[in-house]
C-alpha cells in the first residue's frame, strides 16, 4: 500500500473521524491542514470530485471525496479494519451511519466556530434534552452490554461513531453519563495510545480545535 495524503481543515468536524481511522489502523499517511485562504485555490483547481473537503489522495485510486468513503477506504486496505467477519462488516457500517445521524443532527442546531448562532436558544435546548438522549438509548441498547462492538473493538465504523461523540462531549461533558455501556465505549477508544496521539496533535494532521461551541 502505497502512502496517501488527507486533506481537510484544521479542524475536527468532518476530519476527525478520517484522521483517527488513517492514525488507529496504520495507513501511512500524511496531510494537509487547509486554511480559509487555501480553500479557494484547492476548490477551483478541480482536484476535490464534489468540490468539498476532506479529500484522500491515493496512488491507486485516485483522489477519494467524503469523509465517509475516505473511512471505507481504510476498511478495504487494511485487514480487518472494516470488521473480521461479514457480520462485522455489517456492524461497522451502521455504526458508520448513526455517526453520520449524530453529526447531522448537531450541525442543524449547534452553534460552530464559523457560525455562532445557527438556531434558537430553545432549539439548541430541545436537541440535548430529547433528540440526543433518544438516540444514545437506541445506541445503549445496540452495545449488548459491552464496551465494543466486534472483536477489534476499532472497526472504521466504531471509530467514526467514536469521532462524533467525542465533538458531543466537548460540547456537553454530561451527554453520555445516564448510558453506562455507552460512556465505557467511549472511554475505552479514548485512552487508546493512537487516539491520544490525534487528540494529542502528534499524528499528520496537527492539532484539530473543536468545530463545534460547547453550550
Not at 30 to 37: F, I, Q
Not at 155 to 161: I, N, R
Request: charged content about 15%; some cysteine; proline content about 7%.
Amino acid at each position: 500500500m502505497s502512502p496517501v495524503h488527507f486533506t481537510y481543515f484544521g479542524i475536527m468536524a468532518k476530519g476527525f473521524g478520517p484522521a483517527l481511522t488513517l492514525e488507529s489502523h496504520g495507513v501511512d499517511w500524511k496531510a494537509t491542514s487547509l486554511a480559509l485562504e487555501g480553500w479557494g485555490p484547492l476548490k477551483e483547481s478541480g482536484k476535490c470530485p464534489f468540490g468539498q473537503v476532506p479529500i484522500l489522495e491515493t496512488e491507486e485510486y485516485g483522489v477519494i471525496a467524503q469523509s465517509t468513503a475516505i473511512m471505507q477506504y481504510v476498511g478495504r486496505v487494511k485487514e480487518g479494519a472494516a470488521g473480521a467477519n461479514i457480520a462485522e462488516g455489517i456492524i461497522s457500517d451502521q455504526l458508520l451511519g448513526l455517526a453520520d445521524d449524530f453529526f447531522a443532527g448537531l450541525s442543524k442546531v449547534q452553534p460552530t466556530i464559523f457560525v455562532k448562532e445557527k438556531a434558537p436558544a430553545d432549539q439548541v435546548k430541545a436537541h440535548w434534552a430529547e433528540a440526543v438522549p433518544k438516540m444514545l438509548t437506541y445506541l445503549e441498547a445496540f452495545t449488548k452490554g459491552k464496551d465494543a462492538f466486534t472483536s477489534s473493538g476499532i472497526t472504521v465504523g466504531e471509530l467514526s461513531l467514536w469521532g462524533v461523540l467525542h465533538q458531543m462531549v466537548l460540547i456537553e461533558p454530561p451527554c453520555l453519563d445516564a448510558f453506562p455501556n455507552t460512556k465505557a465505549f467511549y472511554t475505552r477508544i479514548l485512552n487508546l495510545p493512537a487516539t491520544q496521539k490525534v487528540l494529542k496533535g502528534g499524528s499528520p494532521v496537527g492539532n484539530l480545535p473543536a468545530y463545534f461551541l460547547p453550550n
